[in-house]
């Protein structure tokens, strides 16, 4: 670690109170022991990097960049530097939508990987719908969510199929909505399903659910199928 100068006489202060101080060593104290004590949980460790960035306080610290002040605290904490920059992003986001999140009532509370999608959805969605979500959406569907108009495949564009967070719809009207509460994995295949599924009726296709009792099963059915369907269209062509 450079050889940085001890914190002001501070002590007692909390970790955000060192963050928000106008001491460049209470600052760097304050993310080191952010870090320590938080495991990057806090949203403390991003402002304090996004205010060393902003005010390139790591040149005072004897730094010649801001990315050699991230790995000597990777270092220091046996993390690594993509984990540092994410929270520097996050800082900055935070810092300059911080009115606005204040005033939607955001609050740390709410997940602060979101923050990282924050300007991607609000370059897509109205705003006030934007800050909505961030509250109420979980991370995984916010992430979905901030990405829907980049992740729409040509043939859902063509077929006016798009799944935005937890809402599937169908020429621009929702068709289907998936539970907030379901956990993660049942969220996903949903997912997959309802536009598989979309899909199909829009082609004029039939689905057939099939009950299958185990993992062998689903693979034997896998193989078999399509020497089946191969054998039932060239009967229905004859």
């Avoid at 599937?168 to 539970?179: D, E, F, L, T």
């Avoid at 956990?183 to 949903?190: G, I, S, V």
């Avoid at 193989?223 to 062509?237: D, H, S, W």
Wanted: with cysteine; glycine share 6%.
């Amino acid at each position: 670690m450079a050889n940085i100068k001890k914190p002001g006489d501070n002590m007692g202060l909390s970790i955000l109170q060192y963050i928000q101080s106008d001491n460049p060593a209470d600052i760097d104290y304050g993310i080191r022991e952010s870090i320590k004590q938080f495991c990057f949980t806090g949203l403390a460790t991003a402002i304090g990097l996004a205010r060393v960035s902003a005010n390139k306080l790591h040149k005072g610290y004897g730094f010649t960049t801001m990315n050699k002040y991230l790995v000597d605290l990777t270092k220091d904490f046996k993390v690594d530097c993509s984990t540092m920059r994410r929270w520097l992003k996050i800082g900055k986001t935070f810092i300059k939508y911080k009115n606005d999140l204040e005033e939607a009532g955001y609050t740390e509370a709410h997940g602060t990987t979101k923050l990282r999608y924050l300007e991607r959805a609000l370059s897509d969605y109205p705003k006030d719908e934007v800050y909505e979500n961030i509250k109420t959406m979980s991370v995984d569907d916010f992430i979905d969510y901030s990405r829907a108009k980049d992740m729409v495949n040509v043939t859902e564009k063509k077929s006016g199929i798009e799944m935005i967070g937890n809402v599937a719809y169908i020429n621009g009207k929702r068709a289907v909505i998936i539970h907030k509460e379901l956990d993660k994995n049942a969220t996903r295949f949903l997912k997959k399903l309802v536009l598989i599924g979309c899909e199909a009726i829009e082609k004029d296709n039939h689905l057939v659910p099939v009950p299958l009792h185990n993992k062998r099963e689903v693979e034997h059915f896998r193989r078999l199928l399509p020497a089946v369907l191969k054998e039932i269209r060239k009967t229905k062509g004859a």
